[in-house]
């Protein structure tokens, strides 16, 4: 299997941005030319909209594409400062419903720069949506419309898949492996739980509210059938997270059905959702040769296998 780096800070803030539900009217706006793209799910919609010239500046989540971390720094979404996105001379800020604080964006509109504010995703509709209204607001709808689309039909796919699978495993979402902090669960009302459902399994920490740091021993009683593990800045292999003491009991570690994932393209619900739900889809039900997606430009050939 093949790991993603990523951070924790990164993924909680990136797992706030989803759907768009700006109420500017586009098609009387003209086309931003300096973009700013906070949240990485975000950045990655601005790219795989084939904006990227017109991107000045992007969060420190924003690690993908590659191209993003040669873009210039917009600090973190949750600690955003209006001096430092106004040196940026941004025409357009694309955002995320949990950026902070609100006076700076606030400050931003003062400032006459237009700023779209992007909601959560919480079916599975809203992300191919949120991607069709980003496309409008950065003024390239057509390519918004058709990149939406394609997202639209992989994800389909995916569900058609998953949903000939007879039996749900119980899965369990952990952040916190390889470092010295408490495993931390992903519980019901978190992206986890959605990026869980989508790839047709049953949430195993279900019972649990939000992210909740938990004890070995509570951690080893869940049983999960399979284990999606978040990295969270140092690599980390299955096989570690399956020699884990609250893990090496589990069914999941018994059967080797553990997947090392990148928490911000599993749970980000950008471009890449898709082929990552069904390649941890394919970790988790190995034996319903689940088949992969179309090859898509916004998805680098590492993403689809874990």
């Not at 191209?67 to 917009?74: L, S």
């Not at 495993?169 to 902090?181: D, I, P, Q, Y």
């Not at 690599?235 to 990148?262: C, E, F």
């Amino acid at each position: 299997m093949k790991n993603v780096l990523m951070s924790r800070r990164g993924l909680l803030a990136g797992a706030a941005c989803a759907l768009a539900a700006p109420r500017l009217g586009f098609a009387f706006v003209a086309a931003p030319k300096r973009i700013v793209a906070i949240g990485a799910p975000i950045t990655e919609i601005m790219f795989g909209l084939g904006c990227d010239d017109r991107i000045v500046a992007v969060d420190q989540t924003s690690r993908f594409p590659r191209a993003a971390r040669r873009k210039g720094d917009a600090g973190y979404p949750d600690d955003l400062s209006v001096e430092k996105l106004l040196a940026h001379a941004p025409d357009l800020v694309v955002t995320g419903e949990g950026a902070a604080p609100s006076e700076t964006i606030e400050a931003l509109t003062a400032a006459s720069v237009r700023v779209v504010s992007l909601k959560n995703v919480r079916r599975r509709e809203d992300i191919s949506d949120r991607i069709r209204l980003a496309g409008a607001a950065a003024g390239v709808a057509d390519r918004g419309a058709a990149l939406a689309d394609a997202v639209r039909d992989d994800l389909a796919s995916v569900a058609r898949e998953v949903g000939r699978v007879a039996s749900k495993r119980r899965a369990l979402m952990l952040m916190g492996l390889g470092s010295a902090h408490p495993l931390i669960v992903g519980g019901a009302g978190t992206p986890a739980a959605l990026a869980l459902d989508l790839a047709g399994t049953v949430n195993a920490a279900g019972h649990i509210g939000g992210w909740r740091a938990i004890k070995n021993d509570r951690v080893a009683e869940l049983e999960p059938d399979a284990i999606v593990a978040l990295s969270i800045g140092a690599p980390l292999l299955a096989a570690d997270v399956s020699a884990h003491p609250a893990l090496k009991d589990t069914p999941a570690a018994r059967d080797n059905r553990v997947a090392v994932v990148d928490g911000l393209a599993f749970t980000g619900f950008g471009p890449r959702a898709a082929h990552m739900i069904a390649a941890v889809a394919r970790a988790i039900y190995p034996e319903a040769a689940i088949p992969a997606l179309p090859t898509r430009g916004w998805v680098e050939d590492d993403v689809a296998s874990l």
